[in-house]
């Protein structure tokens, strides 16, 4: 936990001092130490002031945000599903959000975007939430139900970006490969708050998934309502993840991959769990960030090309060699 | 006084199979009641009804007055505890962690407190004698060990009305006697024990009634020594059986009379 904490900084302190503006150590930490009315160094330029507090940090924010916003999602989500595959983009609420997010720019810019995307985050998990209900007992064929669902939906973000006007909303691969370049401190205001009262709800839910992991019946039996409790849970993902997709589009394989890592580090109860994810997923996204614009410099790379290239061989090797993932 | 478990003509149908065919039945506190019969008689079916996790098609099941499949799952969890068959397989958690999830219903009731918690955790664990597996994964342990961390799990849930499935299906000899003794006591403590079992020895030492189930139908419900005779098993079971007195236990004893192959 610890350690987590202590990467988790370093990365952000080198995600402030690396980028396409060179800057030195001085100038972001006088910038930085201003921000928190501490006078420290020499007085730094206007244009150190503008890259470190104006671009540099509300991305940083904004990754961390989106950070703690999937990786709860994903840990929530293999929870109430008992599935380890269990991730909201594989199951098709991140990019039914997109969808949302395309539309609500047209509809209101950049704030309609995150909006536009809560709702149809929370639309597309009540979708989601009808199919299993039917099939309770089917968990296999419910991920497939997902990524199908996911597939149909990324298409329609598709129609969505072309059907609009193009000079107002961002490009598909914007949505479905998501970026942070946009990122304001006006976008992460907007965002945190659905952030804050979705991982609000899901963390809250720590014992109760707990005792789902004994199993649907057993829950039952110790007297979960598990039809509600899953109800409730899809509900805050689908907020959760709206909130930042509608903001920096999809980032996949964040979801899937960090929860299986916490795990492996701090145990299945879901309280640790989840401490570590909003620990690990910032850690990971900004992390992934920084690659993604200092990588080609001064080209700029979708985040979501980072993640899923770091994240999908990590987790072929982590599912080979534990069985425990998969099974 | 009214009994804990009533069924009244309750009948659980799915398609055209009746499962559970007009079953009255009135089970009191202190009661520790066995349920048996061959494969596909209805046994579990007759438990999950009592559990609340089937509502009955026809009839009527209630747990203190009330229906069990009516009631709030935070409620009815406060009122029964429920061992299902095969329980505990993947579980990656600790011995000690799944026996005090047992305690969850209890959590808002005034007078728990968390060493209320502790402390019938720890007599659960001693009681099914798992205290030294406290701190294994649940996962790494043996079928019948998995069973008695279940059945820690559900004595930690305290409820008066307790539901078995096959507790000692999965079990050896000497942990099987323990768990029926176990079983027994916690009836006397005042509660309602209700144990489907397959081993009907086992049923007519421990227990202080069998229902004996054939084709969803209670074919007969009384004190094992008035209920067991050879007449009746052998036509349920479809195999030649008879009773005899335990030589020393003095309860009956089940034994299987059909011929041996000649070179066995």
Known sequence: MTGLFVALLATIAASFYFGAVHLTPSEVVGVLARKVGWSLGPDPSIRAEAVVWQIRAPRIVMGMVTGVALALSGAALQGVFRNPMADPHLLGIGPGAAVGGAIGTLLGGSSGAIAGAVVAGMLTALVLRTLVETRETERARFILMGVALGLALSAWVGFAVFAGDRTKVPPVEFWLLGGFSSATWEMAGRSLPFVVIGAAVLTGGRRTLDILTLGEAEARHLGVDVAMFTSVVMLAVGVTVGAVVGAVGVIVFVGLLVPHVVRRLLGPRHGPLFAGCALLGPLFIVGADLAARTLFTPVEIPVGLVTAAIAGPFFLWLARRDSRVIS | ?264
């Open chain 2, 1 to 264: 006084m009214m009994p804990r478990v009533s069924l009244r003509a309750a009948s659980y149908r799915i398609g055209s199979a009746t499962l559970v065919d007009e079953v009255t039945i009135d089970i009191g506190e202190l009661e520790f009641v066995s349920v048996v019969g061959p494969n596909g008689a209805g046994k579990s079916t007759l438990l999950r009804l009592v559990a609340g996790d089937l509502r009955p098609s026809a009839g009527s099941v209630t747990l203190d007055g009330a229906a069990p499949s009516d009631m709030r799952p935070e409620v009815l969890a406060l009122v029964r505890s429920v061992l299902r068959p095969d329980a505990g397989g993947g579980i990656p958690f600790t011995v000690r962690t799944v026996v005090s999830l047992g305690r969850h219903p209890h959590r808002r009731e005034q007078t728990n407190s968390a060493a209320r918690d502790a402390a019938v955790v720890e007599e659960a664990l001693a009681a099914t004698e798992i205290a030294h597996l406290a701190d294994r994964v649940v996962s790494t342990l043996s079928t019948g060990e998995r069973t008695r961390v279940a059945i820690a799990r559900v004595l930690a849930q305290d409820t008066p009305i307790v539901l078995l499935d096959e507790p000692t299906t999965a079990l050896d000899l000497g942990h099987q006697e323990a768990t029926m003794a176990l079983l027994h006591g916690v009836a006397r403590q005042g509660r309602t024990v209700v144990a489907v079992l397959h081993d009907v020895n086992a049923a007519a030492a421990y227990t202080d009634r069998i229902v004996v189930m054939d084709r969803g139908r209670v074919r007969a419900s009384g004190r094992p020594a008035d209920v067991l005779d050879d007449a009746l098993l052998s036509e349920v079971y479809r195999e030649p059986i008879r009773v005899v007195p335990h030589p020393f236990r003095g309860s009956p004893m089940v034994l299987a009379s059909r011929p041996l192959p000649k070179d066995a």
